[in-house]
């Protein structure tokens, strides 16, 4: 309990994973935020543009994926490849578990406004199997989503010969983590697989079959020439100016009230497990959906660190009790058995129970 803090500039935690800070106690996201401001990003552009000739389709075909949700970011990358670079890109999205109203809104607008797109529908029941199991024994209520939104990506990239997959932000970079990727510009397929398979990972796609397993089986073996990059490393990433370029060119919309666990209305809102996702992030990390964004508006200068402070008072401690029942329909669970889960996965360092759910011990500081 006495060692953690808190980065003297925002609001991340030093229990975030791989989180680096300084010797004045700035976490990495806010000395890059400064860093960004003087930054030479012409010749980060320059690699973008030798990058992407590199890949440039020679049979006009798609010249890249960039991997969507119907979100501000992709859409924001889309767009801009098409339109300011002349590429031809190609979309992928993942069915998200339980889509919101919103998130099928916006995918609808999306294919709209001109682009195309893949959607990406894995066996119902294997993406639930995988769901739960991430929830029950990682704690990641979206275990299967979200490692099958990097691997199907990786599949159809090599099924159709396209070799640049271009991410939105790194978020190590841009919001708090290991700083080992910042001037790295692509990564292999090779990597993420690496990566993404270890231990336990393999070990949750015990006994489902190879068939059933086909959007979460990269199809890589060796050498497979596909590069992986993401958008923050070749331009200045802003959040806000995604959402109004996305609003402006991909019909994108956002809640009229805020999105559950936080109080901005624009980000994440495709996914109701994304709120549970978050909710299970503080209660083993200590920080939830309201620090993430605190920390990019006050690194954007729109808020004080202690405004940023009381929203997290406010919104980091919110169970998504209106999706309770969703929840325990999705993982065919009884409320039971779901808090027991949650029980499991909290840091008793920085929780304490009172009644069914978990408060905090700790004081933002
Ligand atoms: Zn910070």
């Given at each position: ?354 009644g069914k759910l978990w408060q905090p011990i700790f004081e933002i500081r």
């Amino acid at each position: 309990m006495k060692d953690i803090f808190w980065c003297s500039t925002c609001l991340n935690m030093s229990t975030r994973n791989r989180i680096e800070f300084d010797e004045k106690g700035r976490c990495n996201a806010c000395v890059w935020s400064d860093e960004k401001k003087t930054f030479n990003w012409d010749s980060r552009e320059k690699e973008l543009k030798t990058l992407i000739e590199k890949h440039r389709s020679k049979s006009g075909g798609f010249d890249l994926i960039v991997p969507v949700s119907g979100g501000k970011d992709g859409s924001y990358v889309t767009h801009t490849c098409k339109t300011r670079y002349g590429l031809n890109p190609l979309c992928v999205t993942v069915h998200p578990p339980i889509r919101s109203d919103i998130g099928h809104k916006n995918v609808e607008n999306f294919k709209r406004a001109g682009f195309s797109l893949i959607e990406v529908n894995p066996p119902y029941e294997t993406m639930q199997i995988l769901n739960k199991r991430g929830f029950i024994e990682q704690g990641r209520p979206l275990y299967g989503w979200t490692t099958g939104i990097f691997t199907s990506v990786i599949r159809i990239a090599k099924s159709l010969g396209i070799t640049l997959i271009m991410y939105g932000e790194d978020g190590e970079i841009e919001y708090g983590g290991s700083t080992e990727s910042k001037n790295k510009a692509v990564f292999s397929a090779e990597f993420v697989q690496r990566v993404y398979l270890e231990g336990q990972v393999r070990d949750t796609f015990r006994d489902i079959s190879p068939q059933d397993l086909f959007f979460w089986d990269f199809g890589i073996e060796g050498n497979s020439k596909i590069e992986l990059s993401h958008w923050s490393y070749f331009e200045n990433w802003d959040p806000y100016r995604n959402y109004l370029v996305a609003k402006e060119h991909c019909g994108l919309t956002e809640r009229e009230d805020n999105n559950t666990g936080t109080y901005t209305n624009f980000a994440q809102n495709d996914n109701l497990l994304y709120d549970l996702h978050t909710y299970l992030m503080y209660l083993k990390f200590g920080f939830g959906r309201g620090t993430q964004d605190v920390g990019i508006d006050v690194r954007r200068g729109s808020l004080s660190r202690d405004q940023g402070i009381e929203l997290v008072k406010l919104y980091d401690n919110h169970f998504p009790e209106e999706y309770l029942k969703d929840y325990l329909e999705y993982y065919r669970m009884t409320e039971k058995e779901f808090f027991d889960v949650l029980d499991r996965h909290v840091n008793r360092n920085l929780f304490e129970k009172q009644g069914k759910l978990w408060q905090p011990i700790f004081e933002i500081r």
